[in-house]
Nanobody
């Protein structure tokens, strides 16, 4: 069993930066991948980025490419999402998720564990 706890959300002005963290407890196998999703009010959960625990292969949604960077610290069992050039449309609850099978795609059903989420609000 893996537990995921997100932190680092809050309020930021448009154009600003923010870094989210996701601390994982339990054993993270080398075959796992960790990702970030977000959900704005009235919208479906949306893929943001993912990274393989071993090797560090990454994938990003087109809407965040060039602005967001996902990284991991294997020793600390933590995944980060560095968000730069934030826009009001990035406002959402951000969720960390873990997939047991190397999956780094956008289908939320392929992720087995989820955190509780952290609110990110980008103001004009």
């Amino acid at each position: 069993q893996v537990q995921l706890v997100e932190s680092g959300g809050g309020l930021v002005q448009a154009g600003g930066s923010m870094r989210l963290s996701c601390a994982a407890s339990g054993y993270i196998f080398s075959t796992y991948a960790l990702g970030w999703f977000r959900q704005a009010p009235g919208k479906e959960r949306e893929f943001v980025a993912a990274i393989r625990w071993s090797g560090g292969m990454t994938s990003y949604a087109d809407s965040v490419k060039g602005r967001f960077t996902i990284s991991r610290d294997n020793a600390a069992n933590t995944v980060y999402l560095q968000m730069n050039s934030l826009k009001p449309e990035d406002t959402a609850v951000y969720y960390c998720a873990a997939s047991r099978g190397l999956y780094t795609g956008s289908n939320p059903r392929m992720y087995d564990y989820w955190g509780q989420g952290t609110q990110v609000t980008v103001s004009l």
